[in-house]
């Protein structure tokens, strides 16, 4: 039945019971609806490490910026540390698009907290803990998001710095490393740290420049680009620095 040249019976191409509409430029095949399910078994753009420090009063974390498709130098002057609320502060390796997924999830649960108005804000310590559930719930799902994070920050009077993997698997420590920083700033990082295990922000910016020159010579996929993020009881501080601007080397 047409009225004005238009059909009056919307549904007459519909799907058949049980079946689901056909979108256009979709397939109409069989197994459409419960076809393969797709996960991520190799990352494209991806960071390499992520150091962290405690010191007197406060955390800091740095990471170079570049991001490595395979083994070229695509992205130059890319952040892999945000800052989370004024008492924490994240840094991440691995996929790079996991880590913007990851930080679009963490900026919208801190705007849904703060809507609340209460007064309370989540600590490195909640930070922490929900990456690890979040993590190993991926894990499980045999679909993870492929990074590891650095979470730090100054909370109650106590400075706080952890680790998460994309297993889950998760710590607390004075001193973190990803990566390579793993097996070549870690080292590093402990031997000042048993010496003196209550160190100024300086020796600890210091200590963290060390390392990342170290990476600089050792690691293939690392840059002269650096970026250093500091929460103490003054103010979470992000800032960047390049620490060897030479390009003769």
């Known amino acids: 039945m ?10 007459e191409n519909g799907p ?8 256009p430029g979709g397939s109409s095949g069989p197994g459409t609806a419960c076809g393969p399910v797709r996960h991520t078994l190799n990352p494209m753009v991806t960071g390499t490490s992520v150091l962290g420090v405690k010191f007197n009063g406060g955390v800091i974390i740095a990471a170079d910026m570049l991001g490595s498709y395979g083994s070229l130098a695509r992205f130059r ?11 924490t502060i994240l840094g991440a390796s691995g996929d790079y698009a996991d880590y913007q997924y ?17 007064g309370h804000s989540y600590s490195p310590k909640a930070v ?23 979470i730090g920050g100054f909370y109650n009077g106590e400075s706080f710095l952890g680790y998460v993997d994309k297993l889950g698997v998760a710590y607390e420590a ?12 870690q080292p590093l990082m402990r031997e000042v740290l048993e010496k003196k295990t209550d160190i100024t922000k300086q020796e ?32 979470t501080d ?12």
């Open 2 to 11: 047409e009225s004005s040249g238009l059909k009056l019976n919307f549904w």
């Open 16 to 23: 058949k019971p049980g079946h689901l509409y056909s979108f």
């Open 77 to 87: 002057n890319i952040s892999r540390l945000m800052k989370v609320n004024n008492n």
């Open 102 to 118: 990851l930080k679009q999830v963490i900026e919208q649960m801190v705007i849904d907290e703060e809507l609340l108005g209460d």
């Open 128 to 150: 922490h803990s929900w990456l690890t559930r979040v993590m190993y719930n991926r894990r499980s799902k045999m679909n993870p998001l492929w990074n590891t994070v650095v």
């Open 174 to 185: 004075p001193t973190v490393a990803t990566g390579f920083g793993a097996y070549l700033a």
């Open 204 to 235: 600890a910016r210091e200590l963290v420049e060390r390392c990342l020159k170290v990476l600089y010579y050792r690691d293939a996929r690392s840059y002269n680009r650096v970026s250093f993020t500091f929460s103490s009881s003054m103010q």
């Open 238 to 249: 992000p800032r960047s620095a390049g620490l060897y601007p030479r390009t003769d080397i």
